[in-house]
């Protein structure tokens, strides 16, 4: 993993701050629980706002926050002032969303100038265990200079 | 598209019964707009519910209507009985989610005795008019005789 | 399909003559079909030269000729002097590759200034009935004023 | 990494023999460098039928090499007799092919009786220095009883 240099010390409050403004993830139940260069982790409950058919949790709620914590991570190694768009994404889905809790941990895999690469490995955590559900691959877009899209 | 011959003559009511078993479409809103044969239509009026950190609607919201849609369309050339998983899915953002409403049209590309393919489109409606914002591609599971999954 | 205007009336001279300069193209044996503004079609006969360890076309060689044509296709509509990369593809195999002739369609989704969003339909022709059997999306990107990196 | 017990002793040799009925590796100039329960490198030396327009590895040969990784990978954990065949792959391409050398190294994510998810992680060797030019994430899956489909 590389170019993990954090350019932006204040990353972890320029990373709160974004994610407070996020509705999507305050309806979904979701929290922020860790902050660090190239890595973030977001925390989401089981609840009965969250299934799918079967009464797993539904891949768009995984791939939700997957995603937030993949672009996230992106941001902590973006200028300040840019933003971050997610360009596309790709999630395979390991085993059904099972557990208390689900847990989302973004981490940088290449940063670059305009184009980042980001993976979110995604765990349901059971009894204590954790067992992982589901991996997103997700290319990150640094937006700079356009109106209402920073951070 | 192919394989489009309906498996199941009550195609649309199975669809439906499901839709409204999913907890997460509530959460958000959606709605099941039309049911046809390898063809399924997923609305989501926009709210403070869904957006990211820029006003725009949260990819993730958009990827599970999208993820739903595809799902439901690959279920009606499903044998009944059969239930439906994503194993996978990948979404192109094409523009950001501005507008009243996010429509997911998802079609099947090919059916397959255990795998199947389907595509999302997504459009954003701005004041009467439609703009692609999405493209899903999703490869769902038929799962038969395992207790709890189906339809 | 939008943004079909062709920017580059050259656009079919500009695409033959990348294509001649592509060497995997010719190890594989593949040729230029049609290029006309956003739509770009290869052949590739099969051969020895091509298959996995079960006698089908390898995912390889049906990758390569369908990565050329989404990039070429997108290639017709950037500007003169732009050069395409591609930034990342996504394929879905749906069935094996048997036949005399592999063909693959690429069509641009959406053309964006910087990122263009292309799909390439691939098929297999045998006894001169076509079956599709694979689906690539990929997401190209424009390069400009890179040493090197022109068409 | 996980579910690494090697379920057939005779990994190598089986991955061995079916590398050499590849017809495609043999056209890239691609050898098998190591296999191990869950583990497969490939490496390709830069050649004049490798590139793409600009006279990177094209990105076809990358996905070529990366795929049969990733596929070895997975058959070296699946029952004697099965095959393997990719579903679908997706591949994001980091930096351009260039150097002496593209090494692919696929590795097992997950396990699973019917499909399995690999990755491989490809890196060009310039001048003795390794580095990453593409992730590729690959659906497998496992075949059995099908005439002619086996290792």
Known sequence: MNDTAPKDPGCEARVRASFTAQGLMRTLGASLVRVSPGLVEIA??????????????????????????AGYAALTLMPPGAGVL???????LLAPGIGERIVARGRVVKAGRTLTLAQSDVFAVHEGREKQIALLT???????GREGVSD
């Open 44 to 69: 989401l409950p089981a609840s009965p706002a969250l299934p799918q058919q079967h009464g797993f949790v539904h891949a768009g709620a995984i791939a939700s926050i997957a995603d937030s914590a």
């Open 86 to 92: 997610t360009a596309e994404f790709k999630i395979n």
């Open 138 to 144: 997700a290319t990150l877009m640094a937006v700079e």
